[in-house]
């Protein structure tokens, strides 16, 4: 019997075995300790960048949300007015109120005497005050004759150098405000007649050669009436286009040519649509340039594609077995579609065409192309008035010298990533609340 054991094979491995899988374990462990690692700090380091830059874009554009005013006791002399009596709203609102305001400056500091000094003087409130004062007396023409103190938009300049956005150690020659302004907005501010208010005038203006008086309501307008030729074309063309193929299109070299299309366009650059717009839309049909229509041609062209391959992902993910239990019932293919499927995959086309909507909501390159960066000043009210978008307005403002369009150019970039967000966290919200599990 022991002669038989000593000659049977050992069935326990050798020692040097089990050491090499320990150690084949202990290096596998620690590869996979290490790519997590990696993974991790890729994460954290994409996090930190995406945090700064938000942080940069916040504390470079939150001072566009607040304007400073400056208060002062306007005498709404008719005399200065040269209004003779004249009361009805016409004559009111031609005249020149600009006048008025020179007059309160020249009251508030009455030892500023010579001429340029008396120009840097009036250079403290906007070009835009004799607009506000117009408006006021409009609004009540009981002013006049009155003296009332009136909290007056200030200029970009003292803007900027409240805000401390200007450093007032620096030397006269480099710094855009000079020391008597500097010395005027002091005392100013320490007879509490200088202050900062929520900037109504970004969110009601339209774009502006002055700064302070810059605003995006415009932009907000086009972008909408763009969006809405965006969403009235590009959805019922995406969707009707998704069900034909997923459901009725036969399986042959024609359709399986159009879905390589439709994938490779989804791919192609944005700029590429512009040019097409601008040969076909305007050049070709004569459509008005700069248009919201024109627009939401040209991006229903870009966002079709996304849409229809949302739609028909949607669509493959209703169970066949619906199909079969409609048809199996006495419903005809058509019935089948729109009473069982599509209600069951709308939700998810919603959600692809909110996705493509924010996308469409922040392409500029395609716009540029047809004219939709022109400087609009008036505030456009249908798809057929010149008009520009918001990521246009943020584009163009970028390019402007002056400090104070930085912090516009800045704010703008928060309120176009908030309507992002916005979309975005639609249609998370709607995916959640319709979507069904099968």
Avoid: C
């Amino acid at each position: 019997m022991n002669s038989m054991n000593n000659g049977a094979p050992s069935r326990t491995a050798p020692a040097h075995t089990i050491d090499l899988i320990k150690a084949s374990l202990r290096r596998r462990h620690a590869a996979e300790r290490r790519f997590r690692l990696y993974g991790l700090i890729a994460i954290s380091l994409g996090l930190a960048f995406v945090g700064l830059l938000f942080v940069s874009i916040i504390a470079t554009g939150y001072p566009a949300f607040q304007q400073t005013y400056v208060r002062l006791d306007v005498n709404f002399n008719e005399e200065l007015l040269e209004l003779q009596g004249a009361r009805d709203p016409q004559a009111l609102a031609a005249t020149d109120y600009s006048a008025l305001v020179k007059q309160a400056l020249r009251e508030t500091f009455p030892n500023v005497t010579e001429r340029r000094e008396k120009m840097s003087l009036y250079s403290l409130i906007s070009a835009g005050a004799d607009a506000q004062l117009r408006d006021e007396v409009l609004k009540d023409p009981a002013l006049i004759g009155a003296t009332r103190p009136v909290w007056l938009l200030a200029s970009s300049m003292v803007d900027s150098f409240y805000k401390g956005e200007i450093n007032r150690g620096l030397p006269e020659s480099d710094r855009p405000i000079k020391d008597n302004q500097i010395t005027w907005v002091d005392e100013l501010a320490a007879a509490g007649a200088v202050a900062k208010r929520f900037n109504t005038l970004f969110f009601t203006n339209g774009d502006s050669r002055d700064p302070e008086l810059a605003g995006i309501r415009g932009a907000l307008n086009g972008t909408f009436f763009t969006l809405l030729v965006t969403l009235a074309l590009s959805f019922p063309m995406g969707v009707a286009t998704a069900v034909y193929l997923e459901e009725f299109a036969p399986r042959n070299r024609w359709t399986d040519l159009i879905e390589v299309n439709i994938n490779n366009l989804a791919a192609v650059p944005s700029i590429i649509f512009g040019l097409l717009g601008l040969a076909v839309f305007i050049n070709f049909f004569g459509l008005p340039r700069s248009a919201p229509l024109v627009g939401g041609l040209v991006l229903t062209l870009m966002t079709l594609p996304i849409i229809i391959i949302a739609s028909r992902a949607a669509l493959k993910s209703v169970p066949p077995s619906i199909r079969e239990a409609a048809l199996g019932v006495g419903a005809s293919r058509l019935q089948m579609v729109f009473h069982h499927v599509l209600p069951l995959a709308m939700p998810g086309m919603l959600t692809g065409a909110i996705i493509g909507m924010a996308h469409a909501l922040g392409e500029s390159a395609p716009l540029l192309m047809i004219g939709m960066i022109a400087f609009i000043v008036d505030i456009p009210s249908n798809v057929l008035e010149p008009a520009t978008v918001l990521p246009v307005q943020i584009f163009l403002w970028s390019d402007l010298p002056e400090r104070a369009f930085v912090e516009k150019t800045a704010g703008g970039i928060i309120v176009l990533l908030g309507f992002l967000f916005a979309m975005n966290a639609l249609a998370v919200i709607l995916r959640k609340h319709f979507e069904r599990r099968w």
